[in-house]
């Protein structure tokens, strides 16, 4: 029905997708965070300890691992509170090689050898069975007492304070939310490749996390969802170029920020005026 | 002018009698040797509509961010309904009742003016992760439409209900800070901090705001408020304190300030 081809690439980009929708949930509170690939290893290592030496449910360890995540995310955000911008970006990234030299040495997990033998769990339907309920959360998010929360203090952090928003509930909240769903991706991506190393989670994963919604656009939540599948597909469109498909990624990349420098989607473009006019400008020409 | 008058004649009743709603006790705040306020001390009563007026770099707006939370006194006591604001965060003190606005307008930019009032009924409001998820299909909150309707009915009240869609930062200065207004009052405060609420407004714009504040004071809301404007202090204010350095150099009604040589000295100039 489907090629096993196309299956990894689906499979990939709704992991992706969950962990571009991760950064962007503190993201939209003003929290940039590097930390992505270490909260999907606490995900993934939980996930996969609990499925295959104990033999418990698939849902149950997801839950599990993304909770176990979510506790360690409040932790690392209690001291990320009163920092911004490119200082929370250093810890988070500190934090970030501290997990991986963890599971790098931790013996039970592995060790630098890994850990195998995980349980093939991770199907389409499963997972985007998740993705699809993740969206439905955001799209109620958005427009929620707690949304506007979070977007307020984005845009001016101690005006949002002087109406009352408490800063600490409110970027704890998103912050540890964001680490929950990054820990989802984790168990899923566990236990699609049914081998999991520390190196895998390292800061490239962070940072291709970042590149995911800088690239689709953090405004809206369907920024970072189109963001992550699109860089998980391009490179694999350009294999037919074999060694050079990277360059040519890479140049995709360089040509968008020229083109669209907030990232392919905002609030304007998922407007439908904004389309009207285009077709306008374009059917006058 | 008569209006005045009645208000005054209300003040000095309250003033003997009942404790003050909001009391600062010996102020201080330095900035890297510089002492913004020293040893500040200042009653505001219950009800009254109190203005706070003296020359730039008085201290002045020091003061509100003390009182709002925004900046930590150096040394110092808050008390607002005898309850000590020392080492409360911001929004508690929005929470317990006390509301500001800025001098240099801090609205949400990239948020509607309808958007901009609903934020501000947050600490109002109550619904969590739980109620967002579980909340069936096709049905809004029934918190989400209250707040929506208060808000709609705060900008009908402040007068800018047509303007509920459009992105703020589009809006003119003068109603930009109406919003502002708006968003206090959407907190539902006791106390309602104005730091200079007529700054850049045409002479019509004042007059509305000027009687928007008698409006709000009549509702019950204490107002403090700092502003330049003599014309819109002595015509609304019931009790004035002036303050020069950081330190209180009088205080009593309009028409006593307009007389007090110390406050011509300071603050009018001295040639008079």
Redesign the interface.
Known sequence: MISPFLQTILIFGGINAMMALSLYLPFSGGQLSLAQGGFMAIGAYTSAVLTRSFGIPFGLALVAGASLSSVVGIGVCFPALRIKGIYLLLLTLGFNEVIRVFFLNFKYTGGVGGFGGIPPLTNLFNLYLVLTLLIFFFHRFQNSRLGRALEAINQDQDAAEARGVSLTRMKTFAFGAGAFIAGLAGGFYAHFVMFIESESFGFYRSLETMIFVIFGGSQVFWGPIVGAFLVTFIPESFRFLQKFRFEFFGACLVLMMILRPRGLLDEEVCQWRWWKEKFRVGGSK | MVEGKVSSGRIEMNLEKTRPLLDIREATKTFGGFNALNKLDVKIQKGTIHAIIGPNGSGKTTLINLV?G?LKPTSGDFFFKDIKLNGL????R??MGI??T?QNI??????STL?NI????????R???LD??F?PPFKP?R??VE?RKKAEELLQFIGIFHRKDLKASSLPLGEQRLIEMA?ALA?EPELLLLDEPVTGMTPKEKDSVKSLIQKISKMGITVLFIEHDMRVVMDISDWITVINFGQKIAEGKPDQIQRDPVVIDAYLGKER
């Open positions: 709002s925004l965060r911001p929004d508690r929005t929470a509301s500001r800025f801090r609205i949400f930019n990239q948020m958007e609903m934020i501000a009924r947050h600490c109002r409001t619904s969590g992760l967002l998820i909340r909150l918190e989400e707040i968003q907190t």
